[in-house]
C-alpha cells in the first residue's frame, strides 16, 4: 500500500486480528489510519459434515507472520519499530482450544464456532432441570454456538482431554485467550486471561458481575478445582496481557482484547447506548449498545459484553447473530466453482434482474438469530429449469440480508426503537449490490465506511485507551469519518415486505432436515 501522510509526532499501535477466514496485523496511526497491514488465510478443516475446525499452532504462526510482515512494511515506509506503542488482540469468538498447562500444547484441534457435532448433546443438555434459566444469566442460548458444549463434547469423546482434566492439568481458552497464552511464550510465563466480551461466549460467565458463576460451572458438572478457567479482565489493561516473547515486535505489550464483534462496535465508535453496527464477514454479527445494564431479549437476541474500559465505560449489547455469510460466498467459489473468487459474487448477481425465485436458506450451521433452529441445513427453494447460477448467486447474497432484516425486527421490539441507520463493515460489505439490497429490505440507509477494517481498528482502540495514545472516547471523535457512503432504500415497504414474508416461508419449510 501507498504510504500514509502522518501526523505530526505520530505514535502507532498494532492490532492483531484473527478471523475465522484470515489472520490479519495491521498497524494504525493515532488518527486510526492504516499504516501497513499484512494477512494470512489459514487452512479450514471440515472432518465431517457440520464439524469445521481449526489448527491451533497455525493460528498462532499465522499471527507471528503477520506480525512480522506488517512491521516489514511499517519499516520500510521509514518508521521505526519502537513507535509501536501497544498491540491490541481481537478474535473470531467461541471457537474452543484446550491445551496441557504443563506442556503449553494443544490437545486437539480448535472447535469452531459453526461447529453443530455438539447438536446430540445441546439436546439432551436441554432436558436438564434449569435449561431455561440459564439464558437469564449468561445472555446467551444452549446451543451448539457457544463454547460450553463444545468443551462438554472434548472431555467426553478425547480421552486426552479427559486425562488432562483428571489430572488438574487441563486448560481451556477461546482464541484471545490462547493467542495471549502462546504469544507471552506459554509456559514461560503463564499469562491465562480472557476479556469479558470474549468470556461472555462461553456461557460460564455472568453478565452481572462479569466473572465466572459457579452455578453456571456446575450446571455443566465440571468441577472447577480440576479446570481453572482463565481470568477475566479489562478489555483495555496496561498489565493484565503481558507482552510479546517473539517476533519483530518482541517485549512490546499487549494491553487490549475484544471479541471480534465487540472491537468492530468500538471501531465503528458505537461507544453510546442506541448505536450499532452489523459486520458482514464469515458469519454476520448485529451488535445494539444497550448501555450499563444488561437487556435479556425475549426475540431470539443474545445479551453480551460490549466492552469493558472500566468504570463509566462498560457497555452491554444486544446480539443478532447470523452463522453464515461471507461463507456462503466462498461456498460458491470453494465448494461449487460458480465464480473465481468472492469478489465477483455481485457481478455474477447482476447477471439476474432478481432472484427468479429461488430463496437460499444458508443454514449450513442450522439458523442463529432470531430463529435458533438447530436442525434446519441448507435449502435451496424454487429451483426450476429457468434458474441460473445467477439467480442462485442473487439468492445467496439475500439470504444475509433477509435475516439482518428478522434481527432488526427482533432488536425493535426488545429495545422499544427502531435505527434510523445502519452502520455496516466486514468484507461482504464490499458489495455495492449487497449494501443496497440491504437497505431496500430494511427500509433505512446503510452507512459503510472508507476504512473498512473497523475490527482491528477496535482492537487498537482498546490497546491504545490502556496507553495513552488516546486518552478518552471524545479523542476518537475525528477517527473513521471521512469518505463513507450511504446506500439509501430504493423499493416500496410493501415490495420489501413481500420479499421478506417468502423468505419466512422457506425458513418454516426448512426446518427438521437435521432431526
Ligand atoms: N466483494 C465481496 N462480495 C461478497 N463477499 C465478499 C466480498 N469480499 C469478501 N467477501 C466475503 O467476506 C468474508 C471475509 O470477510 P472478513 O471480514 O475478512 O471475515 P473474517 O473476519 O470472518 O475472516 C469471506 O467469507 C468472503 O467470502
Ligand atoms: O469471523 P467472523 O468475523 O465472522 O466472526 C466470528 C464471530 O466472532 C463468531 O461469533
Not at 77 to 105: F, L, M, P, Y
Not at 273 to 292: E, H, R
Request: proline share 4%; hydrophobic share 40%; aromatic share 8%.
Amino acid at each position: 500500500m501507498s504510504p500514509v501522510a502522518q501526523p505530526v509526532n505520530p505514535t502507532f499501535v498494532g492490532a492483531i486480528d484473527q478471523g475465522t477466514t484470515s489472520t490479519r496485523f495491521i498497524i494504525f496511526n493515532n488518527r486510526g489510519e492504516v499504516v501497513a497491514v499484512h494477512q494470512i488465510e489459514f487452512e479450514q478443516i471440515y472432518p465431517n459434515p457440520g464439524w469445521h475446525e481449526h489448527n491451533p499452532e497455525e493460528l498462532v504462526s499465522s499471527v507471528e507472520q503477520c506480525i512480522d510482515g506488517a512491521v516489514e512494511a511499517f519499516e520500510k515506509q521509514g518508521h521505526s519499530r519502537d513507535q509501536i506503542k501497544a498491540v491490541g488482540i481481537t478474535n473470531q469468538r467461541e471457537t474452543t482450544v484446550v491445551w496441557d498447562k504443563t506442556t503449553g500444547k494443544a490437545l486437539h484441534n480448535a472447535i469452531v464456532w459453526t461447529d453443530t457435532r455438539s447438536q446430540d448433546l445441546v439436546r439432551k443438555l436441554k432436558h436438564r432441570l434449569g435449561a431455561k434459566e440459564l439464558t437469564e444469566r449468561c445472555g446467551l442460548p444452549l446451543s451448539t454456538y457457544p463454547s460450553a458444549s463444545k468443551l462438554l463434547w472434548l472431555l467426553e469423546n478425547v480421552p486426552e482431554v479427559k486425562a488432562a482434566y483428571d489430572s488438574g492439568v487441563l486448560a481451556f481458552g477461546t482464541v484471545d485467550t490462547w493467542l495471549a497464552y502462546k504469544l507471552n511464550g506459554a509456559t514461560a510465563r503463564e499469562i491465562y486471561v480472557s476479556d469479558p466480551s470474549n468470556a461472555s461466549r462461553t456461557m460460564f460467565m455472568n453478565l452481572q458481575t462479569l466473572d465466572y458463576d459457579d452455578e453456571l460451572v456446575d450446571w455443566f458438572r465440571l468441577d472447577r478445582e480440576k479446570i481453572k478457567l482463565p481470568k477475566i479482565v479489562r478489555s483495555s489493561d496496561p498489565e493484565a496481557y503481558g507482552s510479546l516473547a517473539s517476533t519483530s515486535l518482541k517485549g512490546i505489550k499487549i494491553t487490549g482484547c475484544l471479541g471480534d464483534q465487540s472491537a468492530a462496535l468500538v471501531g465503528q465508535k458505537g461507544f453510546t447506548p442506541g448505536q450499532a453496527k452489523n459486520t458482514y464477514g464469515t458469519g454476520c454479527f448485529l451488535l445494539y449498545n444497550v448501555g450499563d445494564k444488561p437487556v435479556i431479549s425475549t426475540h431470539g437476541l443474545l445479551s453480551t459484553v460490549a466492552f469493558d474500559f472500566g468504570p463509566g465505560k462498560r457497555m452491554y449489547a444486544l446480539e443478532g447473530s447470523i452463522a453464515v455469510a461471507g461463507s456462503s460466498v466462498k461456498f460458491l467459489v470453494d465448494n461449487l466453482g460458480f465464480i473465481e473468487s468472492s469478489s465477483k459474487l455481485s457481478t455474477l448477481a447482476e447477471t439476474v434482474e432478481d432472484n427468479g425465485g429461488v430463496t437460499f436458506v444458508t443454514a449450513f450451521s442450522g439458523l442463529f438469530a432470531p430463529y435458533w433452529i438447530d436442525d434446519a441445513r441448507g435449502t435451496l427453494f424454487g429451483i426450476t429449469a429457468y434458474t441460473q447460477r445467477g439467480h442462485i448467486a442473487r439468492a445467496t447474497l439475500e439470504a444475509t440480508c433477509f435475516q439482518t432484516k428478522a434481527i432488526l425486527d427482533s432488536m425493535a421490539k426488545d429495545s422499544g426503537k427502531s435505527l434510523a441507520e445502519l452502520a455496516v463493515d466486514g468484507g461482504m460489505c464490499n458489495s455495492d449490490l449487497i449494501m443496497q439490497t440491504q437497505s431496500d429490505l430494511i427500509g433505512i440507509p446503510v452507512n459503510r465506511p472508507a476504512m473498512r477494517e473497523t475490527t482491528a481498528l477496535g482492537a487498537a482502540i482498546a490497546a491504545g485507551l490502556a496507553v495513552g495514545v488516546w486518552s478518552d472516547f471524545k479523542e476518537l471523535d475525528d477517527v473513521n469519518i471521512d469518505g463513507r457512503t450511504l446506500f439509501k432504500p430504493q423499493i416500496d415497504a410493501a415490495v420489501a415486505d413481500k420479499r421478506f414474508e417468502r423468505w419466512e416461508k422457506a425458513v418454516e419449510m426448512s426446518k427438521g432436515w437435521a432431526s
